[in-house]
């Protein structure tokens, strides 16, 4: 439900910000708008506010809406209403109107990281964690516990901003020149190569690859929880125990014990823990567990977390007005840049289809961040109201940014397209968005199957 509500929510916002930056630009130029609908098909609402001209219209397919305004090509118009009619304005006015709906949406996400950056933006350290032998980050000299402070001179305050910049870098094959603080407080710089990227490592989790991941406190192997009644409970072991050794064979993680009790189904493990700086000994027998056809011991035993060391690694960027506000246009831009390369880079073959997505992933994603919290959520709004202006101002047509070509084209010759042009461009527009729809259907459906 959460899931539902908040992807609702998300297309609601998005798509009556885009249709009221029409609707009030076409207001200004007194343009005559008979219908304002949010969502497709059948109308399920409808309502006149006190004498207004405009019909408000909620339909039954919430993924759009639109502004329906008087224009000679939709319908005979009344002699005394043409000069209010769409097609009649100056080409220029025209233009206003249509770019206006992709511009709201952009000054959607500048309000929307504004107040995020206001209100602090949640987010991990920027601190390394192992880095994987035989990757860029290994070649470049980083080590386990460096803080990248900057990336070609852009402060990186936290991993989300570390993607950005490094996915900007890498749709432009252009080495990252980063700025790192050592545990003991020393700065040095190196030079992150990233020309070794396939567009198939772009498909996943890119930094991966580069051998960069976050820092993760280690997880020691000290028992936080029992399953009543379970194998270890049973056996002796108390919240707080310590685990030192299995069968001789030294546990200094978490991790460690989990792979010995999964590894031993059925058979008796002799345990070497401390309780209260005690040094004690007893012995168990993982119970055998099926697990998609696959036999694993375990126990019934849940760690303990140090809650502390993991919120030590968190942080809040937050800025003054000002600052919020200029970070706000920066970060709006930047994405909005780096999404257009990223399409760009899809149509020609240089990064793979597959990071389309469509409306079941968004309606994930809208669940999972609303899960997180206010600050995650407000991010998804600003990154999907970009994505949603950036892909309107294409020059597709039945796109906003088709009809701007068809504007331009104007402006240069002095006289509107020819009705057949206009209309063979529909059918392209029609076939380029289905084709793109089904791509992102199939990439969302694959997604849920093969996770």
Not at 152 to 168: A, H, K, Y
Request: no cysteine.
């Amino acid at each position: 439900m959460t899931t539902l509500l908040a992807f609702i929510f998300a297309i609601a916002l998005l798509v009556v910000f885009h249709e009221l930056g029409h609707y009030f630009v076409a207001r200004l130029f007194d343009v005559k708008v008979l219908r304002f609908s949010v969502g497709f098909g059948k109308v399920l609402y409808t309502r006149h506010f006190g004498n207004g001209e405009t019909e408000w219209v909620i339909s039954a397919i919430p993924l759009g809406g639109y502004v329906k305004m008087l224009d000679e090509r939709e319908g005979e118009v009344e002699e005394r209403e043409l000069p209010r009619a769409f097609n009649r304005k100056p080409v220029l006015q025209r233009m206003a109107i249509v770019v206006s709906g992709p511009i709201a949406n952009l000054l959607l996400a500048v309000m929307l990281y504004f107040f995020l950056f206001t209100y602090g933006v949640p987010g991990i350290k920027p601190v390394l964690g192992e880095v994987a032998p035989n990757t860029p980050a290994a070649a470049a000299g980083l080590h386990s516990k460096q803080t990248i402070v900057s990336i070609d001179g852009q402060v990186v305050p936290n991993w989300q901003e570390i993607r950005w910049v490094l996915l900007d870098l890498v749709l432009q094959k252009k080495a990252a020149k980063l700025e790192l603080s050592t545990p003991e407080g020393e700065h040095r710089f190196t030079v992150l190569e990233v020309d070794s990227l396939t567009p198939a490592d772009l498909d996943g989790d890119f930094l991966q690859k580069l051998g960069l991941q976050p820092y993760q406190p280690p997880v020691y192997p000290v028992i936080g929880k029992l399953v009543e009644g379970g194998v270890a409970q049973q056996a002796g072991l108390q919240v707080n125990d310590r685990i030192l050794r299995i069968d001789g064979r030294d546990i200094a993680l978490w991790e460690d014990l989990v792979n010995m009790v999964r590894s031993h189904p059925g058979k008796i493990l002799n345990i070497e823990l401390e309780r209260n700086g005690v040094l004690l000994k007893l012995s168990l027998t993982p119970e055998v567990s099926d697990e998609g056809g696959k036999t694993t011991g375990r126990i019934g035993a849940a760690v303990h977390i140090d809650k502390a060391a993991f919120e030590a690694m968190l942080t809040d960027v937050r800025y003054p007005p000002g600052a919020a506000m200029q970070e706000a246009l920066r970060k709006t831009w930047e994405t909005g840049w780096v999404s257009l390369k990223m399409m760009g880079k899809m149509v020609l073959g240089e990064i793979s289809l597959k990071n389309l997505s469509g409306p079941i992933t968004i309606a994930d994603y809208a669940g999972q961040s609303a899960h997180m919290g206010l600050g995650a959520y407000v991010g998804f709004l600003a990154l999907i109201s970009i994505s949603l202006g950036v892909l309107n101002l294409l020059p597709i047509p039945l796109l906003d940014g088709g009809h701007l070509l068809y504007y331009s084209v104007e402006l240069v010759k002095g006289s509107p397209v020819s009705e057949g042009l206009w209309e063979a461009g529909q059918k392209v527009g029609i076939a380029l968005l289905v084709t793109m729809m089904a791509f992102a259907l199939y990439n969302d459906i694959s997604r849920l199957i093969l996770g």
